[in-house]
């Protein structure tokens, strides 16, 4: 008698535990704001009028480094916006400074070379490749070196990693509608990609300008601001062609680009004033545009008068307090690249960001 209840109460209690335990976990849903686009445009820093600042990479701290396309100078600015800019260097016998990448912790690469905004044009055979390493813990001045000059060259502009492990490169001609591989160690300079998607439509043209290869990726991405397309080449290891490039999309003035880790691109637009998303698709979504609900630091209208470039922020260690910083967009502006064609600039370039959470 006894055995039977107590078998009985066995079962009855296997037959109450057994669905908890099989029974799937509570689903919990995350809802997400999408706000309604164009997403609004903050200025981080607003610079002098005058100055085109043309490209921009971000630091371990989180803060910007930008170049100027209308000076020979490298700039960091504060990400919060709270300090003031800080002029990291200025690259003697040169007059502009166009693409920056970062390869290795605080290693920047920059170019910089003679280039003209009166007339648009660049001198043949003045462009070379910098290392910048910054040195914060030391406080002392960022240690710049030439890593090559490239006399071939008419204006290169675009730059992006090709190895790290090899300390390779990558380096788009705009003029000549080429890339080279540049062999950081050595100063080697290697002619691995020419095709025909990559040519300015006349000699004062820009071709290809923007370029990025993904990690792990075989394709090279890259914009051409006069045929208004982002297009991609499978490329080898050493990044010579593997076939033919094809176009993506097109888009309206595209510039520089990024991707961010949901493998869409986020693509500024220099002459529209926009940035828009390219995602899996190949659909062009306009993200952020000139106008803007908010206002610069000092009460004027801010947005994206002639975007240059765009890089989203630091990401945050996992074992450190998560911060949003890397799903915000920051933009490097010429201030309107009208103003230069008419010669009446009124406006300076900005950084700027656009906080992307929620629309990825």
């Not at 993506?248 to 693509?267: K, M, Q, R, Y």
Request: positive net charge; hydrophobic residues 40%.
């Amino acid at each position: 008698m006894y055995f039977s209840a107590l078998l009985s109460l066995v079962l009855l209690f296997t037959s109450l535990l057994v669905p908890a335990l099989s029974a799937p976990p509570e689903k919990r849903t995350t809802c997400y704001y999408y706000p309604g686009l164009p997403l609004p445009v903050q200025v981080v820093h607003q610079f002098p009028p005058g100055t085109w600042l043309d490209n921009l990479a971000v630091r371990r701290n989180g803060n910007i480094l930008t170049t100027a396309l209308s000076s020979p100078e490298l700039f960091e600015v504060d990400n919060r916006g709270k300090d003031p800019i800080k002029l990291v260097h200025t690259f003697a016998n040169e007059t502009s400074c166009t693409g920056i990448t970062k390869m290795g912790m605080d290693k920047f690469y920059v170019i910089a070379g003679n280039f003209s905004l009166s007339n648009f044009t660049g001198v043949p055979g003045s462009w070379s490749v910098y290392k910048v390493k910054m040195r914060p813990h030391l406080n002392r001045p960022a240690r710049v070196s030439l890593v090559a000059k490239f006399p071939d060259s008419i204006v290169l502009n675009g730059i992006t990693v090709l190895s790290l492990a090899r300390k390779w490169l990558l380096v788009s001609d705009s003029a000549a509608g080429v890339v080279y591989r540049l062999e950081a160690r050595t100063g080697k300079i290697v002619k691995v990609l020419e095709d025909p998607l990559m040519k300015p439509d006349s000699p004062s043209g820009v071709g290809v300008n923007g370029i990025r290869k993904p990690m792990g990726d075989d394709f090279l991405f890259f914009t051409n601001s006069d045929r208004n397309i982002l297009a991609r080449q499978s490329i080898n290891d050493d990044g010579t062609s593997r076939a033919p490039a094809k176009m993506v999309v097109n888009v309206e003035g595209p510039d520089d680009f990024t991707l961010n880790n949901a493998g869409n691109v986020f693509i500024v637009q220099n002459r529209a004033d926009h940035m828009g998303r390219v995602n899996g698709r190949a659909v062009v979504t306009l993200v952020s545009a000139a106008s803007s609900r908010k206002k610069a630091p000092d009460g004027t209208a801010s947005g994206l008068f002639g975007p240059t470039a765009v890089q989203f922020g630091k990401i945050t260690p996992f074992f450190r307090k998560p911060r949003a910083d890397w799903m915000k967009a920051y933009i490097s502006t010429n201030g309107g690249t009208a103003q230069y064609l008419t010669g009446n600039v009124t406006r300076g370039g900005t950084i700027s960001v656009v906080d992307t959470r929620g629309y990825r």
